[in-house]
C-alpha cells in the first residue's frame, strides 16, 4: 500500500537548493500524514528519513470576466488545496528527481571545455608566422 502513495516532487530552483542539504519538497494528498509518507518514501527510493514536516497549502481564490459583445458575466472559482511535505534525508543521501538537471549541467561544462580547447587551439594557429615557401630558388646563370 505504501508503494501506492504519488509522490510529486516540486521542481523549482527553490527546491534544487534545498537538495543540495538532503531536503526534499513533495506534494502528497491531503489525506496523508507525516508517517505515511516517512514510509511511502522509504520503501520507494530504500533511503532512511530522519524528519517530514507537512504544510497545508489554501488554495486560492479567482475570478474570471468573460465579455461576449453586449454580455458580460463575473464568475468566482477557488484553486484546489494542496499539502506538501518537506522531506530530510539521513546520511546525505540523495533522491533520483534531479539527476537530470545534474547530467545537464554537467554535459554544458564538457562542452564549454571542448569550445575552450578548439578556442584555445585556433589561437595558436593565428599566433604562429606563417612558413616560409618551400620552392626551389631559381638557379643563376653566370
Not at 522531506?87 to 528527481?97: E, G, H, R, S
Amino acid at each position: 500500500m505504501l508503494k501506492q502513495i504519488v509522490l510529486k516532487p516540486r521542481l523549482t530552483e527553490k527546491t534544487y537548493a534545498m537538495s543540495n542539504s538532503s531536503v526534499y519538497v513533495v506534494d502528497v494528498d491531503k489525506s496523508h500524514n507525516k508517517d505515511t509518507i516517512a514510509k511511502a518514501i522509504t520503501a520507494q527510493f530504500d533511503v532512511e528519513v530522519a524528519s517530514v514536516r507537512i504544510i497545508n497549502v489554501k488554495g486560492k481564490s479567482k475570478r474570471t470576466i468573460n465579455l461576449n459583445g453586449k454580455r458580460s458575466s463575473n464568475s468566482s472559482g477557488k484553486r484546489s488545496d494542496q499539502k506538501k511535505a518537506y522531506v530530510t534525508l539521513k546520511d546525505n543521501k540523495k533522491l533520483p528527481f534531479f539527476d537530470a538537471i545534474e547530467e545537464e549541467e554537467t554535459k554544458q561544462v564538457a562542452t564549454q571545455q571542448k569550445i575552450d580547447k578548439a578556442a584555445a587551439k585556433n589561437a595558436e594557429k593565428t599566433d604562429k608566422k606563417p612558413r616560409l615557401s618551400l620552392r626551389r630558388k631559381p638557379k643563376e646563370t653566370k
